[in-house]
C-alpha cells in the first residue's frame, strides 16, 4: 500500500519525502527496512529513526532536514502507526481461510473475508460478521452472534451455560435455572485465549463496540460489557453486571454478581467490588482509579492501608 493511500485514510501531513513509496507493514526501528513503517514520539529519537532503515516514520512535529525518507506528522504517532498496521494487515491478507478440520453447525451464517482456524466449532446458527477472525480451537456455542472485524483468539469458548442454580431448600439440591439466552459481541471486539464468555439465562449477555479482553478472562450471564472497555487478564465477572462505556479493569479484578460500575472508572488490579454493588466516579474526573476491597478511590484506600500498617506497628512496639 502506498504511504500516501495511508494518510488519505488516517490523515497527518507528509512533511519530507514521497507519498509514493509502498510500505508493506510495520516493525521496531531496529529491524526496519525499506518497506516498513516505523514511529517515534519523543524528538530526542528523532535523529535515530532517521537514520534508521525504514522507509517511512511518523512522528509527532516537524523535523528540520530529511534526505532519504518518508515522513508523517501527526498529532498520536503510537495510535497512527497502530491503524496503519490493521490496515497493511488486511492489505497482505489475499484470501479467506477456513480450516478443513474446523466443525460448522447448521444454519451458520459467515461475513466475507472471515477467516476460521484449525480445530474451531461454530454451532448451530452463529452469525460472525465481515472480517472476523476466529483462531484454532475456539468453540462459538449455537446462537451467539459475533460482529465484523472481530478477533478471537485461541481457546476461547463463547455462548456456554451460565452458571446458574436454584436450591431446593428441602433436599439441599441444585437444579440448573435455564440457561437458554444469546450472546452477542459488538463489532470490532478483541477477545483473548482462553477467555470464557457465558450467554444470558433468558435473555442475553451483552460485549460492546471495541471493547478489548485479554486472554484467561471470566464473563458471567446477563453482563452488559459496554463500548471500548478493557478488562485484563484473570479478572472474574460475576452474572447480571454491567459495565460502562470507557471502563478499564486491571489484572485480577473479581466483581460479585449485579455490580455495576460507571463509565470512565479505571479498577486498580486485585480490586473486588462486592454484590449489589455500585461504583461511579460521583463528580470525579473520568478516569479516577478505585483500589482494593471493597475498591474505593486510591488515594483513600492508600490512606488507609497507611494507617494499618502505622496501627500494626504500633501494636509490636
Known amino acids: ?57 511518523v512522528i509527532r512535529g516537524n523535523v528540520v532536514s530529511v534526505q532519504g525518507k518518508a515522513v508523517v506528522s501527526v498529532k498520536n504517532p503510537r495510535l497512527w502507526f497502530a491503524k496503519a ?115 444470558g439465562a433468558l435473555g442475553e449477555t451483552r460485549i460492546g463496540r471495541g471493547t478489548k479482553i485479554d486472554n484467561m478472562v471470566h464473563i458471567g450471564h446477563n453482563c452488559k460489557i459496554g463500548e471500548d472497555v478493557i478488562i485484563v487478564a484473570l479478572t472474574g465477572i460475576s452474572g447480571s453486571c454491567t459495565i460502562g462505556r470507557g471502563t478499564v479493569i486491571a489484572g485480577q479484578v473479581g466483581l460479585g454478581d449485579h455490580v455495576t460500575i460507571g463509565e470512565g472508572v479505571i479498577l486498580g488490579g486485585q480490586a473486588g467490588v462486592y454484590s449489589g454493588k455500585t461504583l461511579e466516579l460521583e463528580g470525579r474526573k473520568p478516569g479516577t482509579v478505585f483500589a482494593g476491597t471493597p475498591a474505593k478511590p486510591l488515594p483513600e484506600h492508600l490512606r488507609e492501608l497507611a494507617t494499618l500498617t502505622r496501627l500494626s506497628k504500633r501494636r509490636v512496639n
Do not use: W
Not at 85 to 90: D, E, I, R, S, Y
Not at 129 to 152: C, E, F, K, Q
Open 1 to 57: 500500500m502506498r504511504l500516501s493511500e495511508l494518510i488519505a485514510k488516517l490523515g497527518g501531513e507528509l512533511i519530507a519525502g514521497d507519498g509514493a513509496c509502498d510500505i508493506t507493514g510495520v516493525a521496531s526501528l531496529e529491524l526496519a527496512g525499506p518497506a516498513h513503517l516505523i514511529f517515534c514520539e519523543k524528538e530526542e529519537q528523532f535523529d535515530k529513526a532517521l537514520a534508521s532503515g525504514a522507509g517511512a516514520v
Open 85 to 199: 498496521a490493521k490496515m497493511l494487515a488486511v492489505a497482505q491478507s489475499t484470501q479467506t481461510e477456513i480450516h478443513p478440520t474446523a466443525v460448522f453447525g447448521e444454519g451458520v451464517k459467515l461475513g466475507a473475508g472471515v477467516s476460521i482456524g484449525a480445530g474451531a466449532v461454530i454451532g448451530d446458527g452463529v452469525s460472525i460478521g465481515d472480517g472476523s477472525r476466529i483462531n484454532p480451537r475456539v468453540v462459538v456455542y449455537a446462537g451467539t452472534s459475533i460482529g465484523a472485524r472481530v478477533v478471537i483468539h485461541s481457546g476461547a469458548v463463547l455462548g456456554a451455560d451460565g452458571f446458574g442454580y436454584v436450591r431446593d431448600g428441602d433436599t439441599g439440591a441444585y437444579t440448573q435455572f435455564p440457561q437458554q439466552g444469546i450472546l452477542v459481541i459488538e463489532d470490532d471486539v478483541e477477545i483473548g485465549a482462553n477467555t470464557t464468555i457465558d450467554r
